[in-house]
Every structure is written in structure tokens, then in C-alpha cells.
């Protein structure tokens, strides 16, 4: 597999902050979904920022699909990246469902016919179709979501970022959004980087990358990282909801295989083990 | 102000909701000229039946847009009864100090009031009939001919139309941080005209505050979205003169006609 | 009188008599008891915020009557005899960082004790035991609250309503967005202040783990009424009940729920994570 963002030895800091990445270089495997965790601080907004061309590098390069991304370069690269804010009132731009999503489409001036068939079939796609006259204050938060959804993949992206997508949603919402997005990327062999810090959101990534203080303290497997309770403790974030059961059983002296289960294994292996009485 | 319905928008599929944006903006702006032309009480009739031609057209209920307008209504009668006390001219009815009414400013302020009163009308009926969106693309439509001056027409026309989408948005904002405030001791609209400034601070600074944090990451989000610059960018939206406008326009064409004709 | 909070008969209209009328609430009535841990669920829209709002007659009921703290609110109750009863009940919205507006995050804390008459005095000693209680370190006293994160700019507010030491403490999802060290310190904290001050807490979340983990009782909204009050076994025991009004099962539940239909004899389903474990432990072990 291909690496499709290639981010190589770069170097950024805010104007008066010390520097937040120094040197950090990563690469995102086409086709997959990798997680990026870490707590809030950790830098990992910022590297969505510094890929999609919206902050500007310091020292390093950082390549999207074959682009270095500058200053010439920046539209082609926004082509294939579309990124889903954390705020869902803030990223919606249209004064309805139907504009909004037009927006994208409007800007790299498509035709008004082409984008009427795109608009619908993008609004189609993530079930907003039957919404499309209303206007955002008459929106949850995760039908805002889903029209933002909507709003790239009318553009045809290879790769979408879930920027904190589902830290303002319910769980309901989460559930949903997380839903869509894993249904898009099979359909539409997408790249997706999600950036997070719910554990549960990292559960079903092909790969995951802790990030503090900018800099990659662990990338590995999901499973790697989730059986490791202590180190997710030590650095703020949750623990995966079989783990916790497992340190419970563990605790009333039951003896649990060391390596992470997820929930479909941890409930075979509960079925199993009680079978056997 | 739950209630109050000025610059509010409500959906529908009435007449006049379906006529396009920009024949409902030059309608307006038409009306709005008439009414100076307006000096008597059958040309003001004339007016005031066709504003209530428009808001049975634009599928509204009477008593509720009344209700609507009422808190502007307060504002008028302000105003005019300043008009009307300070002014001369006329037989004297009443006299007080550096307060009088005579029979003319009496007149007068009658007239200003209606004048008011329909301008304030004709305007509500545009934005409750038409979506924000729509009017920004009127109004950019109608403005297009600035372009050769180099006006940055679209760009007005983009802020323009991002600024109404927000309106729901501080709105709710408001009244949140309304309620918060209520909770941590404040009481707002009571007390001296220095209170009532006082706590108009702990109101305005966040409401502030959240509107820059919405601007900036709006403005990011645009970004990323390839928004680059508002010239450059095709249009979903169209907007085409239909029968019923011009139907409109002949009426209003009309009862213009009339009321130069009847004024005195 | 005691402090309980008591709702009989009460309905909301939100813009009564217009095209956008909205019956919110509707004939809603239950009592809670001082000291007690509520949390309030039901899905967007069910009305849980306007409910939460009569507790400090933000929002007046359209008909029906609220006792609470002393004083019975009522449609025409004016709004004069209110500033009694909100001293008493503290009331964190959502995202509460946005109603900081102070130029000092201990001028915002003093904010509310001096409204409710507090000398300059008593507000600095009870704005810093807030700071305290809630993990704020002191030296951020004097730092403007623009300047900081997003999660103290959260604690920070959150403190600017303890400050005025309430005995009612109304939430709605005060961990929305926080990340999970913020979120659990912040429950902890106010677990501590029902167990240790006897602070009624009523909480409006989304998380149906921490309601079984932290709450007494629930109440249950849909579609602007009350449909159940009682505790979390009473509401999460009868999971197609449940699932009828939209509502998730804690994960604890929903994976025991799996484990009975892998035949695994359950009779009652766990709630929590302890209940579940606890249950595993017992069958591997009997």
C-alpha cells in the first residue's frame, strides 16, 4: 500500500508559543483508517491543519497524494482532502441543507447542472435527502454532521478527516456519524484519519497513533495499544469498555487471557469459559 | 421577543412566498418611495388596503403579524409623540411649558405613524416570506450592475448571507447566556439606566467573544471547503421571473399610479 | 416547607397562540427529596432543558405549579420574589464557558456571590474555595479567563455557580466534550458534593453510563412528558421498554443483554461494570 500523506521532519509553533512539533514525521497508508489519539494540547488539531495547507510549516514537507502541499499546489490538494470540523455550527455555511452543500461544489466553480445531480446524490447518500430545505437551527447536531458529510463527498475526496467530528454529539449522534463514514469508505475505497480522544471511536481503526505534546508517543495496532490500561491511564485517556470489565474480573480472581479482546471476543470467551462448568 | 417578528423568516408556500427574491426586494423598495407620495386620507387608504392585499397573500394570520410588529409599534408611538409635542404651527389644543399640541402637529403625527407603520409593514412581510438566502441573492442580483465600479458585490452578497445564517444561531446564543446570567443574580432590564448598562456587560461580552470564535472557525472551515475568493464561484441557486411577479408588479404599478393621482 | 423539589401538573408552551407553538412540557409531575442524585434522560428534543429551567423559574410553567426552596412558582408568580430562590439553586448550562465575560477568572467566580449581596470579602474566600473544590490551581486567579483552555475555561464556570454555594444543583451534560480525566473529575466532584453537603444534584445527560454509575433516580422524558421516574434497575431492568422509547441501554447491559443470548443464565441484567463483573465472577466460581 501506498502512503497517501507523507509528513516528513517538519517543525511548527504558534507565533508565541514554543515550538509543538519538532521534527515530527508520519506516514497515513492509503485505503485505511487511522486514529490519531491524544489529549486536548497534544497537537493533533493542528496537524490537520498543517496537512490540509490551512497553517503554514515552519521547517519540513508535507506530501498529500503525490503533492507537496504549498502554495501552488493548495487547491488540488483541498480536492482530495475533506475534513469534518469538531463544531458542527461552524462549518456550515449555507443558509440551508441544499446550499451547504452546494457550497463545496460552488467554489471550485461547477456547472449549475452538474451540481444540482451532485447535490442530491450526495445528500441521498448520507440520508439528509427528505431534509434538504431546512435551515441549521432546525438541525441536530449530527444531521449537521452528516450535511457536512455530504458536502465532501460531492467533491469526490480521497481522503476525509474526522477532526473531533463526534465530541460535541450524543452518543446517538456518535454512533451514527461513525456509522456513515465507515459505510463510505468501503463503498468509496476512502482514506480516513480520525482525530479523536474516545477510546471507542479508535476501537475500530486499522491503526492508531498517540500523540502528546507533539510528539508520536506509541502507533500501533488498536489492539496493542488498548490492552495497555496503565499507559492509557497515565496519559488521560479512556479505557476501552472490555478492558475495564477485564481488570474487574482480574480483580475478583478470575484469570483473563493478557492480550486485548473486543467486545465480540470478550463475550465468546465469557460463553466459553462458563460452557465448560 | 419570542413573539416579535421583525427580520424573521417564515417558511410557506404562499403567493408571495413563492415570487422571486428580487421582485419582492424592488416591490419594497417601489412601496416604500409611494408612501412619501401619500398626503391624504384616501391615498393612505389606498396604501393600507394593499398591505393588507399583501399579508392575507403571503398566508399570514392578521392578529398574529399585529402581535408580531407590536414591540416596534411601542417605538413609533414614541417617537410620534415627540413629533407631536414639539411641534408649531396650527391652532393650539393644549400648552405646558415647552410642550405643546396643535391641531396640524395632531394631523402629522398621524401621518408619520401610518408611514411607519407601512414601511415597517411591507418589510416584515419580505423577510417573513423570503429566506435570508434569498434575499442576499437579491440583493446581490439587483446590485450586479455596481460591479463595473468595482463594488465587491459578491463578497457583500456572501457576508451578507452568512450573517442572517448566524442570526438564528446568536439568538440562541443570547438567550443562554441570558438565562446563565439570570442564574448567577442578574436582573436584566430592571433597575437605573446605569444598572441596566451594567448588566448589559456580562450579556454582550460573550455574546461577543462567541460570535469571533464562530468567525474564525468558519473562516477556516470556508478554507478548507476551497472557498478562495467570492468572485471566482459558480451558483447553485436561480432565481426566475415568473407570471406572478409580474402580476405584482402591475398592481403595485398601479396603485402607484393612483396615489400620485389622489394626493392633494 | 422542606427543599424538595416538587412539579404538579406542569406544562410548557413555548410561544403560545402563533404558528410556531410548541408544547414542550407537558403535565409533568414528581417530587424530588433534598439530597437526592436525579438524572434526567430522553433523546433530543424530549424536552429535558425546558424542564430543568422551571427549577429556577428561567422558564414559567404555562399551567401547573412548582414548589420549590420555599416558593411556589406559578404562571403569574412575578419575577420579583425569584432572586431568593436562584440564589438556592445553581444552574450549570451547556458549554458554560461561554458565559465567562469577566477580565479575571476570580472576578467571574465572585461574579454570582455578589450579585446575591456578598460582600467583596466573602466572595474572594468562596470563589477560592471553588477553585479549589473544582482543581483550579491559584495561580490562574488573576489570568484572564480568554487565556486558558477550553476544559479550565469549563471548571472555571463551573465554579463562578458552586461559588454561591447552592443547595440545588441543576446540570445539563456538563461533561459534553470534556475529555475522559476531565469528565470523571468533574463527576467525582459532584458526587462529592451530594454525598458530603447534601447538594441536590439533578443531571441532564446523554450518557447512560454515568447515570447508572452516579444517580439515585431517573427521570425518563419523551416527547415532553415524564414517562417513568424511578431508579436505574426500574429503568434500564426492562430493555424492550427501553428500546420502545429510544433509549440506549448502559454497555454494561447491552453486553449482558449478548451474554443471555448466548445462553448465559442471567436474571437480572448488570447495570454497571462492577454488577457485570461482579455476576461473571460468580457463575465462573459456583
New interface residues.
Given amino acids: 500500500m501506498s502512503n497517501i500523506i507523507q509528513v516528513k521532519n517538519i517543525s511548527f509553533k504558534y507565533s508565541d508559543q514554543p515550538y509543538l512539533f519538532s521534527d515530527l514525521s508520519l506516514n497515513i497508508e492509503e485505503g485505511k483508517w487511522t486514529t490519531i489519539i491524544g489529549?486536548?494540547?497534544s497537537g493533533k488539531s493542528t496537524l490537520t491543519?498543517l496537512i490540509?495547507g490551512?497553517l503554514t510549516l515552519d521547517k519540513g514537507k508535507i506530501v498529500v497524494d503525490g503533492l507537496p502541499v504549498n502554495d501552488e499546489n493548495i487547491?488540488m490538494v483541498?480536492?482530495q482532502?475533506g475534513?469534518v470540523?469538531q463544531?458542527p455550527?461552524?462549518?456550515?455555511?449555507?443558509?440551508?441543507v441544499?446550499?451547504d452543500v452546494?457550497?463545496?461544489?460552488?467554489?471550485?466553480?461547477?456547472?449549475?447542472n452538474v451540481?444540482?445531480v451532485k447535490?442530491k446524490n450526495s445528500l441521498k447518500e448520507v440520508g439528509m435527502w427528505d431534509f434538504r430545505?431546512r435551515?441549521?437551527?432546525n438541525l441536530?447536531g449530527g444531521q449537521k454532521q452528516r450535511v457536512a458529510i455530504a458536502?465532501i463527498i460531492g467533491?469526490s475526496p480521497k481522503i476525509i478527516i474526522l477532526d473531533e467530528a463526534t465530541?460535541?454529539l450524543?452518543?446517538?449522534g456518535r454512533e451514527d456519524i461513525l456509522g456513515l463514514v465507515r459505510k463510505l469508505k468501503d463503498e468509496k475505497h476512502l482514506t480516513i484519519v480520525s482525530i479523536t480522544?474516545d477510546?471507542d471511536e479508535a476501537t475500530g481503526a486499522d491503526r492508531v497513533i498517540v500523540l502528546n505534546q507533539g510528539k508520536i508517543i506509541k502507533d500501533a495496532l488498536p489492539e496493542q495499544i488498548f490492552s495497555q490500561t496503565q499507559f492509557l491511564k497515565e496519559i488521560?485517556?479512556?479505557i476501552p469498555?472490555t478492558e475495564?470489565?477485564v481488570e474487574?474480573?482480574r480483580?475478583?480472581?478470575?484469570t483473563v487471557p493478557s492480550q486485548y479482546m473486543n467486545?465480540e471476543e470478550?463475550?465468546?470467551w465469557?460463553?466459553e469459559?462458563?460452557?465448560k462448568? | 421577543m419570542n413573539n416579535f417578528l421583525f427580520g424573521r423568516?417564515l417558511?410557506g408556500n404562499s403567493w408571495i412566498h413563492k415570487m422571486s427574491p428580487q421582485s419582492k426586494l424592488l416591490l419594497t423598495f417601489f412601496f416604500v418611495i409611494i408612501i412619501f407620495f401619500a398626503n391624504n386620507p384616501l391615498t393612505y387608504g389606498i396604501l393600507i388596503c394593499l398591505i393588507l392585499l399583501s399579508i392575507l397573500m403571503s398566508g399570514i394570520s392578521l392578529p398574529y403579524f399585529l402581535k408580531g410588529i407590536q414591540p416596534l409599534i411601542w417605538l413609533i408611538i414614541f417617537t410620534v409623540a415627540l413629533q407631536v409635542l414639539f411641534a408649531s404651527g396650527g391652532k393650539v389644543l393644549w400648552h405646558w411649558g415647552i410642550f405643546s399640541i396643535t391641531d396640524q402637529s395632531l394631523i402629522n403625527g398621524g401621518y408619520i405613524f401610518i408611514r411607519f407603520m407601512l414601511i415597517i409593514m411591507i418589510s416584515t412581510i419580505l423577510t417573513l416570506t423570503t429566506?435570508?438566502?434569498?434575499i442576499?441573492d437579491g440583493v446581490q442580483t439587483l446590485l450586479h450592475p455596481l460591479k463595473k465600479i468595482k463594488v465587491p458585490v459578491d463578497t457583500l452578497a456572501l457576508m451578507l448571507?452568512?450573517a442572517?445564517?448566524f442570526v438564528?444561531?446568536l439568538m440562541?446564543e443570547m438567550t443562554t447566556v441570558m438565562n446563565a446570567q439570570r442564574s448567577r443574580g442578574v436582573d436584566f432590564g430592571t433597575g437605573s439606566l446605569r444598572q441596566r448598562l451594567k448588566s448589559a456587560v456580562p450579556l454582550l461580552v460573550p455574546l461577543f467573544s462567541g460570535a469571533i470564535?464562530?468567525a474564525e472557525?468558519?473562516s477556516?472551515?470556508?478554507?478548507?471547503?476551497?472557498?478562495?475568493d467570492s468572485e471566482?464561484?459558480?451558483?447553485?441557486?436561480?432565481y426566475h421571473w415568473q407570471n406572478r411577479d409580474l402580476l405584482s408588479a402591475i398592481i403595485f404599478l398601479i396603485i402607484g399610479i393612483l396615489v400620485v393621482y389622489f394626493r392633494s | 416547607m422542606d427543599n424538595g423539589i416538587t412539579f404538579e401538573k406542569v406544562s410548557h408552551i413555548y410561544q403560545p397562540n402563533s404558528p410556531f407553538s410548541h408544547l414542550a412540557l407537558n403535565n409533568a409531575s414528581f417530587k424530588i427529596e433534598p439530597g437526592d442524585f436525579v438524572a434526567i434522560i430522553g433523546?433530543?428534543?424530549s424536552g429535558k432543558s425546558t424542564l430543568v429551567q422551571h427549577i429556577n423559574a428561567l422558564l414559567k410553567p404555562t399551567t401547573g405549579q412548582i414548589l420549590i426552596y420555599n416558593t411556589k412558582i406559578q404562571p403569574e408568580t412575578s419575577n420579583k420574589n425569584l432572586k431568593q430562590l436562584r440564589h438556592h439553586v445553581g444552574m450549570v448550562f451547556q458549554f458554560p464557558e461561554n458565559q465567562l465575560f469577566e477580565e479575571t477568572v476570580i472576578k467571574d467566580i465572585m461574579f454570582g456571590p455578589k450579585n446575591y449581596g456578598a460582600s467583596d470579602d466573602e466572595a474572594r474566600t468562596a470563589a477560592k474555595e471553588a477553585m479549589q473544590m473544582i482543581g483550579l490551581e491559584s495561580s490562574l486567579a488573576d489570568k484572564s479567563p480568554f487565556d486558558l483552555?477550553?476544559?479550565q475555561r469549563r471548571r472555571v464556570a463551573i465554579a463562578g455557580v458552586l461559588a454561591m454555594k447552592p443547595e440545588i444543583l441543576v446540570l445539563d451534560e456538563p461533561t459534553?466534550?470534556l475529555?475522559?480525566?476531565g469528565r470523571t473529575r468533574l463527576l467525582d466532584l459532584i458526587t462529592n458534593l451530594n454525598q458530603t453537603q447534601k447538594v441536590t444534584i439533578v443531571l441532564v445527560t446523554?450518557?447512560?453510563e454515568d447515570v447508572v454509575d452516579y444517580a439515585k433516580k431517573i427521570i425518563v422524558m419523551d416527547n415532553g412528558r415524564v414517562i417513568r421516574f424511578g431508579n436505574s434497575q426500574e429503568i434500564f431492568g426492562d430493555p424492550s421498554w427501553v428500546k420502545a422509547h429510544h433509549l440506549?441501554l448502559p454497555?454494561?447491559a447491552q453486553?449482558s443483554l449478548?451474554?443471555k443470548k448466548?445462553?448465559?443464565k442471567f436474571d437480572r441484567l448488570a447495570l454497571t461494570?462492577?454488577q457485570?463483573?461482579?455476576k461473571?465472577?460468580n457463575?465462573?466460581k459456583h
Avoid: C, W
Avoid at chain 1, 455550527?89 to 440551508?96: C, L, P, S
Avoid at chain 1, 452546494?102 to 449549475?112: K, P, V
Avoid at chain 2, 471566482?232 to 436561480?238: D, E, I, N, T
Fill in positions: 489529549q486536548n494540547g491543519r490540509d490551512l487547491n483541498r480536492n482532502i475534513i470540523f463544531n455550527e461552524d462549518q456550515f455555511v449555507g443558509a440551508t441544499e446550499d452546494a457550497f463545496g461544489l460552488e467554489n471550485r466553480q461547477i456547472s449549475r451540481m444540482r447535490v430545505n435551515i441549521p437551527a441536530s458536502g467533491l465530541s460535541m450524543d452518543p446517538q480522544h477510546i488521560g485517556l479512556d469498555f475495564k470489565v474487574k474480573l480483580k475478583n480472581n478470575i467486545e470478550l463475550l465468546n465469557i460463553t469459559l462458563l460452557s462448568k | 423568516y417558511p429566506a435570508p438566502l434569498a442576499a448571507s452568512i442572517l445564517r438564528p444561531t440562541d470564535d464562530h472557525n468558519l477556516v472551515a470556508m478554507e478548507a471547503r476551497g472557498f478562495t471566482h464561484r459558480s451558483k447553485y441557486r436561480v | 433523546h433530543t428534543g483552555s477550553g476544559g459534553a466534550g475529555d475522559p480525566r446523554h450518557q447512560m440506549n454497555r454494561s453486553f449478548a451474554l448466548n445462553g448465559v461494570i462492577d457485570l463483573a461482579d461473571v465472577s457463575l465462573v
